[in-house]
């Protein structure tokens, strides 16, 4: 399954969306293109012979950064009597560069006069999702002796898409041009290169040049290599799981972003194509879903958001001090202020899930000097949830947008329009509170506990956070409570009236650890209930609700990453089966996705469609979906940190047979899991 139409090859957040002919012909709505920093450097991109079109008969993915393209011209009726044949050859990395070879298969010489048109309306990728193409500065294209310039300036904005080609191309504003004579059986090349240019404030280039020559190529491979290299290894007699997890290890490497200001260290961007950038909670989630096997992504990111958390109120931004970012971008819109992501803060949950994810870091890695160097930002994101996201003065976390025309209305994972409502179908007032987030702050409470009081040298501070979080979790268990229904409601409004429909949130309730235990059976058994559980996954929303929609974006979708971590959170109340039951239905809907889970897919039940329903305007690939088979094989061997060392408990689903994840990295050194049913367990010291 997927999209046939298009093809992608990406290398963080640079990437090219194409026809399965390798032609670029963007509109404004469409994501076809080359994309760079949050801009659209290239909207056409069509190779002709002799005026004529191309048409495809195969294309190969060869690796996440190239593609290769076998065309033919004409149309398909044609095939057969093909005289000429043409491959198409690009590679993504930074910029990216394209070889066309075209063979003469006739038994006569032939003339051909070979055109590429290029073309870019430098939309801002914003600009394309909303549907908007409001250029306000100059759009240009320069001819020049050896290359074709396009390019865009407002004021001190500017990008550029610098364009090369071999074998004596002739260059106008609208494109480039060979004229060329084959021989029976010979054969024509060229090599062509985009070079994009990025000019910030100062004049300054952002662009550190193009990636992806010869040489480049050959050093992305490399890289890949070595990546797939360094992470443990995965056998299964599954007949999926190992290749989903290779599937899954080879777009999280595609997914690496190395911001502007890194110099080269990486952190997951969220999801092609429209979320290629920095964004806290997505960037978070998905290091949590992968410590086990990518623990050094966590470390770029910690840092990372930490050197942009706010430090001042901002209004435009959603800025608090202490508030971790919610979203990073470089565009025009960002540049301008058209739209708050220079940073934007409007997320609620992203800033203790920064405090989790640090405490999680240092159990696997034993990185102290990390936890120590975040200390200040550690205890600024505690005060953001103590002083200024309790809007209502009730000790939970609340949010409401201060920024009314472009911030995010909400800011809980489930940020669509409609995602928080009324058993009756009401939206409620704001500011709104989700349970999630305040399992998430209990949760940081506790995990900021232990690293007072084992590494910050403050055992009062340490005894002060359990007593909040002990408070926390008794009133949040008697407020939050539905009574008739025997779950906790969604949200609350700001008067404490319940937002009582029964969601997919509740399993982020167990795994942050709020749920009182003799509650924990119930929440279980509603996880996996008919009316959450698909028998693909848990939806979103469950079926029966007013506002159940099996294809709403949060309505009753099923989401792979929200499904890990229920799936994690049932583990850790020791709901072993329920666990598995949830981890073997995304394993079995990975398959109709080649490997590679969607951001989302349809609600259905599982005995309606017989496969999963795409979503149809899903990312893919998606950060936290790409995590998603790690956190469930992480949970399906109940691989935990334990006092330095690493705990091993499977419990595998029915039919899953022998599983073995060799080399799994951490403070211990290397160690090795074998699990068969639930029986044949080794622990092995490498």
């Not at 009133?475 to 009574?483: A, C, G, K, Y």
């Amino acid at each position: 399954m997927g999209d046939n139409n298009t093809v992608r090859i990406l290398d963080g957040n640079t990437f090219v969306v194409s026809e399965d002919t390798g032609d670029i012909e963007a509109t404004p709505s469409e994501p076809t293109g080359l994309f760079s920093i949050d801009t659209r450097f290239l909207s056409k991109w069509v190779l002709t012979i002799n005026g004529e079109r191309l048409n495809a008969l195969s294309y190969d993915d060869l690796q996440y950064f190239e593609a290769r393209f076998f065309l033919v011209p004409g149309l398909a009726t044609h095939y057969i009597d093909a005289k000429l044949s043409v491959i198409r050859e690009r590679a993504v990395g930074g910029s990216f560069r394209e070889t066309v070879t075209i063979l003469n298969h006739d038994e006569k010489a032939v003339d051909l006069e070979i055109r590429m048109d290029a073309g870019s309306d430098f939309a801002d990728l914003f600009q394309v999702k909303d549907e908007i193409l409001n250029k306000k500065g100059e759009i240009y294209s320069e001819a020049e002796g050896d290359q074709l310039r396009l390019g865009y300036r407002r004021g001190n904005f500017k990008r550029e898409t610098v364009i090369s080609a071999s074998g004596s191309a002739r260059y106008d504003r609208q494109g480039f041009a060979w004229t060329i004579h084959l021989e029976p059986n010979e054969q024509w090349h060229t090599a062509i290169d985009v070079r994009t240019v990025a000019i910030g404030p100062g004049g300054r280039d952002l662009r550190l040049g193009l990636r992806a020559g010869g040489g480049e190529r050959l050093a992305l491979q490399r890289d890949l290599e070595e990546w797939i290299a360094k992470a443990p290894k995965v056998n299964s007699e599954h007949g999926q799981l190992a290749s989903t997890y290779r599937r899954s290890l080879i777009d999280l490497a595609a997914l690496r972003f190395s911001p502007l200001s890194l110099g080269g260290q990486t952190l997951p961007a969220a999801g092609l194509p429209w979320f290629m950038t920095m964004f806290g909670r997505d960037s978070i989630f998905t290091c949590l879903q992968v410590l086990p096997f990518a623990p050094a992504l966590s470390k770029t990111t910690l840092r990372v958001l930490g050197t942009l958390q706010g430090t001042r109120f901002d209004d435009f931004r959603d800025e608090d001090p202490g508030r971790i970012l919610h979203e990073m971008r470089y565009g025009e819109t960002a540049a301008f202020e058209e739209q708050p992501h220079s940073p934007y803060y409007g997320s609620v949950d992203a800033t203790p899930l920064f405090v989790v994810l640090l405490d999680e870091y240092e159990k696997w890695s034993g990185d102290v000097a990390l936890v120590k160097e975040l200390e200040r930002e550690c205890r600024a994101a505690l005060k953001w949830v103590d002083d200024y996201a309790d809007m209502v003065g009730n000790g939970y976390i609340w949010y409401e947008r201060r920024n009314t025309d472009t911030g995010l209305e909400n800011q809980c994972w489930k940020d669509s329009w409609d995602s928080i409502s009324y058993r009756d179908g009401r939206l409620p007032p704001f500011p709104r509170a989700t349970c999630e987030v305040q399992g998430y702050a209990y949760d940081a409470k506790i995990r900021a506990a232990r690293l007072a009081r084992e590494f910050w040298d403050d055992p009062a501070y340490a005894d002060q956070l359990e007593r909040e979080a002990a408070a926390l979790k008794e009133r949040f268990n008697r407020e939050w409570w539905v009574e008739d229904g025997e779950y906790y409601a969604l949200g609350l409004d700001p008067d404490g009236g319940q937002c009582d429909v029964l969601s997919s949130n509740i399993g982020h309730l167990l795994w942050s650890g709020i749920v009182e235990e003799d509650r924990a059976a119930k929440i279980a058994e509603h996880l996996i209930g008919p009316r959450l559980f698909s028998g693909w996954g848990v939806r979103t929303l469950a079926e029966g609700e007013v506002r159940y929609n099996p294809i709403g974006y949060h309505n009753g979708t099923i989401w792979p990453f929200d499904n890990s971590f229920i799936a994690w959170g049932l583990r850790r109340y020791g709901f072993a089966e329920e666990a598995a039951t949830i981890a073997n239905g995304i394993f079995d809907a990975a398959r109709y996705f080649d490997g590679r889970l969607p951001e989302a897919f349809g609600g259905y039940p599982r005995d309606l469609t017989k496969f999963p329903v795409e979503y149809p305007t899903a990312c893919s690939p998606q950060a936290w979906s790409t995590g998603t088979p790690l956190l469930l094989i992480r949970t399906m061997l109940g691989l935990e940190p334990h006092e330095g060392h690493l705990s091993v408990d499977p419990r595998l689903p029915v039919g899953m047979g022998r599983i073995e994840v060799l080399d799994i990295p951490g403070r211990w050194g290397l160690v090795d899991a074998f699990a068969r049913g639930r029986l044949d367990l080794h622990q092995l010291a490498a």
